[in-house]
């Protein structure tokens, strides 16, 4: 039964955990797979062939393994490879860019949007796109902040350093008076609390995880897709694509807890698979 099987999320490395507890909090009775790229990240800083080529190699590892629906946890891969993904394979594949949009333009009252991503996904203009495309009118202010993956990876979320390089990457937003603003990246959602501190209560954050995990649920109901066995069947998979130590320690400041069933895997050896 189709229903059964897992629902697979791929991310550039170890980031799009917090797009796999979003959905793992949302919808318990789910089996997840993840595969987290982490031979080749970052994707933030590489060219948009590079990127499409990387997604479309995850996801066929991950067709491979029988699975009902694709997450793109990754907003650089959401940014640059949907289009590749969607025509190349035959199952519902859902990105992170229109949830985070859909929800900022349901939370802003000014108009006001903040972006920040990677320098690729600022660089592809798919936030500032779909924003001006859904809401004409719209005025986006884009920023790329580099620097808050490592830091997130280094476990530095209330950290005097993490707060100064907050403080200069978004006093620009700041000026531009933005209200709402999309955290669109998968590591910054960690940074949640001092994003907020730094901006102040006047300005609304989206958690693309959160919103992206809340329009699967719906998906899932109206393709008739939903299945309410979770773990007692079988425990969610991980698989990596450089060694495990470091995506286990990292794995644990992101979920709060320690991973198990994680595999390492070489795409690059992959027979290819016909979707
Ligand atoms: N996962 C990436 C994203 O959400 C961040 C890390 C990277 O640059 O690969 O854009």
Redesign the pocket.
């Known amino acids: 039964m189709k229903q059964n099987k897992p629902i697979a999320v791929f991310?550039?490395?170890i980031?799009?955990l917090t797009v796999y507890r979003e959905l793992k909090r949302r919808l318990p009775g789910e089996n997840f797979i993840y595969l987290g790229d982490t031979a080749r990240?970052?994707?933030?800083?590489k060219s948009a062939d590079t990127i499409v080529k990387y997604s479309l190699q995850n996801a066929e590892f991950l067709v491979s393994l029988g699975i009902k629906m694709l997450v793109v946890?990754?907003?650089?891969a959401s940014s640059y490879a949907m289009e590749a993904l969607v025509d190349r394979f035959d199952m519902p594949i859902i990105g992170v860019i229109p949830s985070g949009v859909r929800r900022a333009l349901k939370l802003t009252a000014s108009g006001r949007v903040g972006v920040i991503?990677?320098e690729s996904?600022v660089q592809s203009g798919s936030y500032q796109k779909l924003l001006a495309e859904s809401r004409p009118g719209v005025e986006v202010a884009a920023r790329a902040c580099p620097l808050f993956?490592p830091l997130v990876e280094e476990g530095w979320l209330d950290h005097s350093v993490t707060r100064q390089v907050s403080e200069v990457y978004l006093r620009p937003l700041a000026e531009a008076e933005i209200d709402t603003l999309i955290l669109g990246?998968?590591?910054y959602p960690m940074l949640k609390q001092m994003i907020g501190e730094v901006l102040g209560p006047s300005v609304q954050l989206v958690d693309s995880a959160e919103a992206l995990a809340m329009e699967i649920e719906g998906i899932l109901t109206s393709l008739s897709l939903e299945h309410k066995g979770g773990d007692a069947e079988a425990p969610d998979a991980f698989y990596v694509t450089d060694s495990i130590p470091r995506f286990q320690r990292v794995a644990g400041i992101f979920l709060g807890r320690e991973l198990a069933n994680i595999r390492q895997v070489d795409l690059q050896f992959l027979p290819r698979q016909e979707a």
């Open positions: 991310d550039s490395g980031g799009g990240v970052p994707y933030g800083t946890a990754c907003n650089t991503a990677t996904t993956v990246c998968t590591h």
